[in-house]
């Protein structure tokens, strides 16, 4: 079966180191994003990319970065990881701009001490 | 710019019981609108995806619907289930393609 996989699960750093989550899926989707998700605020769009080389800012993107390279992978790294990183970020992928199904990765819940 | 809001945050009911889920909107413009199920710790799963130009959609026991006029979608639930405990999200893109906006969930605790 297709899917969307995160790594790692669960990571700690510390202030000011790079960090860097991985995002891959199977089902082939031109679409894919980036999100965070905090109490109190819900989920929150990074970045997202409707394909190959073409990468856009969300809502909330200072302090990270993506790139795609491909189809199936769209890695998020954090620069110099800061303490209002720490959060639980999802991944998620649709298969074109105009259908509106969105599939979701399990999370990486990052703490950043 | 498109807002998302579901009130209540949290709604506890007894098994069996029939509930209503709201989520409200304010671009009346709407693509289409999308509803979620989050159990803790994990990722959000897919329910329901209605199109501008539906009313509703139902799956199972599930049964969502789109107002764009009064700015409205409902998620209905038939004979809540323990199993349905989960938190549910809608979601709705900013304009047509685009990135979803979320609304901050309703947490549905079921009782047996």
């Known amino acids: 079966d297709a899917e969307i996989t995160q790594s790692p699960r669960h990571k700690i750093t510390e202030t000011g180191r790079q960090v860097t989550l991985a995002c891959h899926q199977t089902w082939n989707h031109n679409n894919m994003f980036w999100y965070r998700q905090d109490l109190g605020h819900g989920l929150r769009l990074i970045h997202y990319?409707?394909?190959?080389?073409?990468?856009n800012k969300g809502e909330v993107s200072d302090g990270y970065s993506v790139s795609r390279s491909n189809t199936e992978d769209l890695p998020l790294t954090l620069e110099s990881a800061a303490s209002s990183q720490t959060s639980v970020y999802f991944c998620a992928s649709s298969v074109g701009a105009d259908t509106g199904e969105l599939f979701f990765g399990e999370g990486s819940r990052l703490t950043v001490l | 710019k498109q807002e998302v809001t579901q009130i209540p945050a949290a709604l506890s009911v007894p098994e069996g019981e029939n509930l209503v889920l709201n989520c409200s909107f304010t671009?009346?413009?709407?693509?289409?609108l999308q509803w979620f199920r989050q159990d803790p710790g994990k990722g959000l799963t897919s329910l329901l995806l209605?199109?501008?130009?539906?009313r509703e959609q139902t799956s199972g026991r599930l049964n969502a619907s789109l107002d764009k006029s009064s700015g409205r979608s409902t998620l209905y639930i038939a004979a809540s289930q323990p199993g349905d405990s989960a938190t549910y999200l809608c979601?709705?893109?900013?304009?047509?393609?685009?990135?979803?906006?979320f609304g901050k969930g309703t947490t549905l605790s079921v009782s047996s």
């Open positions: 990319s409707y394909g190959v080389q073409d990468t």
């Open positions: 671009d009346s413009a709407i693509y289409n």
């Open positions: 979601a709705s893109p900013q304009q047509a393609g685009t990135a979803l906006i």
């Open positions: 209605i199109q501008s130009s539906q």
